[in-house]
């Protein structure tokens, strides 16, 4: 089976502009989820999706927003970037049977860049 | 609420040599834990993951780690390093609804 694919990998933005980023979970998988990874607060959990419903949101502003679609495959829209949103964006995919000990597959995660 | 501590944020040992990377968490419930290493410029492969089943659990590449729940412990430790060991470990402990709560990360240096 083909891994979690994340696009882009690299993306340099500006300050108050707005940016997407897309991950494409495992086949079968219908859970995605997205973490934010900065060297100062580390990996922290932005939100997941379920069968297209934001199903658990993590402690991030309302800038940060994502969406599922029917093919499971996720987007992530941060709005009127800010220097600090500068980090590694990963997503992760699992079954999404909700259990706290189903694994979760990771992506290679987007870079984003804010000058 | 849950959270996660790693004790070292850099280990370093020659190559051949045993690995400890330490790890206490805190869960107010049966805790799902997990060690997952992340290699530069990659993302986060699973080493492996506690459910509870056995207290002692075997992952991938010769890691193990061991379940201690009168110490709130998942240590990760390895017989012999080996220079590809070289990345950041991250032990992390599941809640419900997926969210994953992460430690700070400890980066294994592997010398030759």
């Known amino acids: 089976k083909a891994g979690v694919t994340q696009t882009p990998r690299y993306l340099i933005k500006t300050r108050g502009q707005q940016v997407t980023l897309s991950c494409s979970p495992i086949?079968?998988?219908?859970?995605v989820s997205w973490y934010q990874q900065t060297p100062g607060q580390g990996l922290q959990f932005l939100f997941e999706?379920?069968?297209?419903?934001?199903?658990n949101k993590g402690n991030f502003p309302g800038r940060f927003s994502g969406r599922q679609f029917s093919n499971s495959r996720s987007e992530m829209n941060v709005s009127t970037l800010e220097l600090g949103d500068s980090a590694l964006y990963l997503c992760?995919?699992?079954?999404?049977?909700?259990?706290?000990?189903?694994?979760?597959?990771f992506g290679p995660g987007t870079r984003l860049l804010v000058l | 609420a849950q959270s996660v501590t790693q004790l070292d944020s850099h280990v370093s040992v020659s190559e051949g040599t045993p690995v400890l990377l330490r790890c206490n968490y805190s869960?107010?419930?049966?805790?799902?834990l997990f060690w997952y290493v992340q290699h530069p410029n990659k993302g986060l492969q699973l080493l492996l993951k506690?459910?509870?089943?056995?207290?002692l659990v075997k992952g991938i590449n010769g890691f193990e780690a061991e379940f201690k729940k009168s110490e709130t412990s998942f240590h990760l430790t390895k017989p012999s390093a080996h220079m590809s060991d070289a990345a950041e470990y991250f032990c992390v402990v599941s809640g419900a609804g997926n969210m994953l709560t992460f430690g700070g990360g400890t980066r294994l240096m592997v010398k030759p």
């Open positions: 992760a995919s699992s079954l999404g049977t909700g259990y706290p000990q189903e694994t979760q597959y």
């Open positions: 506690y459910t509870s089943a056995a207290t």
């Open positions: 869960s107010s419930y049966s805790p799902s």
């Open positions: 999706y379920f069968s297209e419903t934001q199903r």
């Open positions: 086949s079968g998988h219908r859970s």
